[in-house]
């Protein structure tokens, strides 16, 4: 069913302001702005079904509205996109990890979903910082404006690390620490976020934050890194031996292509 139920029937954007009997029951008019939004936000349209939206015909300019509607969304007389449906990735995922991308010629929403995801070897009763590449962008001039990670980092163990910081950064995490603030480039995309007293592979970890100063990580057109880093740092528990670490979760970016 289209945008939402009854919609279709619905010809004018301020019809919303009346109630709605559904075979649901009696829609006000927030519900049916909200399931309408909802709908947009959360589906994959088809060019007719956003030519409808826009009120055009798929290949088409109209004066007044000046959209173009054709497979990629809906696009303005200068092939910048206004809205669009998630699409599949445009950089590359890292191993075991799947990309679903939003926004539009300029803002990015990178929605990164890890199964079992390798990040590294921990160790032993030591500090130490370890870190693999999810996501590679395409080429290109970016700034990166944040990120989150919502998941479980795990190890055959599953032993309890006391200290710890998840981070996104340009530059693989490394050496004998349990914090990632010593080197920017490990937390530039998203700033170290506190990871303690932890149980791998059953305590959720759940940060969002935006880059370390500056705020914007600039990377020069068609140089490296171009890469997101996920990064742990860890008091790693006192085991026998070091462990693979895997993320099963999801890690976003948010980025803005300058050139």
Request: include cysteine.
């Amino acid at each position: 069913m289209s945008l939402y139920g009854a919609f279709d029937k619905t010809k004018h954007l301020d019809e919303l302001d009346s109630p709605l009997v559904t075979a649901e029951g009696v829609l006000t008019p927030t519900a049916r702005r909200a399931r309408m939004l909802g709908n947009l936000s959360g589906a994959a349209m088809t060019a007719a079904q956003l030519a409808a939206l826009a009120g055009v015909t798929p290949g088409t300019v109209t004066a007044s509205k000046a959209l173009v509607v054709d497979s990629a969304g809906v696009l303005d007389n200068l092939g910048l996109t206004l809205l669009r449906a998630p699409a599949a990735s445009i950089g590359t995922p890292g191993t075991n990890v799947t990309a679903v991308e939003h926004g539009d010629g300029v803002f990015h929403y990178t929605v990164l979903t890890c199964t079992a995801f390798a990040v590294g070897t921990g160790d032993d009763d030591v500090d130490k910082a370890i870190g693999a590449v999810v996501y590679t962008l395409p080429a290109g001039a970016y700034a990166f404006l944040g990120g989150s990670v919502e998941g479980i980092f795990d190890q055959a163990s599953h032993g309890i690390s006391t200290d710890g910081e998840v981070g996104l950064g340009t530059v693989v995490a490394s050496g004998a620490v349990s914090i990632l603030s010593g080197t920017p480039t490990f937390e530039n995309i998203m700033n170290g976020v506190p990871y303690t007293n932890i149980t791998f592979g059953t305590t959720r970890f759940t940060g969002a934050a935006q880059p370390t100063a500056p705020e914007l990580t600039t990377v020069a057109t068609g140089a490296s890194p171009r890469t997101v880093f996920l990064n742990l740092a860890a008091d790693w528990p006192n085991i026998a031996a070091a462990e693979a670490v895997t993320f099963t979760g999801t890690v976003t970016v948010r980025w803005m292509k300058i050139a």
